[in-house]
């Protein structure tokens, strides 16, 4: 993923792509004040660090559909069709190629 695709996705998301360790210090927070069990602070930051991940995943998602919206609404090619039209034009320049050497002078 680009660099500045990453740093879009962690301005758009927040909270939704944090660091494991700040995970773990805020986790590790609640365990100080009392608030969540010390046997319960792994089971808890695994399961925010999977939410994080799908929320970035569902955000990743949801980014490409609008870019490719956008590039369809302004009929702008994908790299695909760029690459097919490649093949196809190396084809079509040796049939030339080919026909030139089999026709004679024109003089």
Known sequence: MSDLF????????GATV???????????????????APSESRALVDR?????AEEQNQMKDWMRGQIQKVLTELDIPTKETVEQLQQRITVLEKRLAEQEQQQPPLL
């Open 48 to 52: 925010l660090m999977d939410r994080g």
């Open 18 to 36: 944090v660091s494991k360790e700040k995970v773990e210090k805020a986790v590790n927070d609640l365990v100080k004040r009392g608030e969540l």
């Open 6 to 13: 990453k740093r879009a996705l962690s301005l758009g998301l």
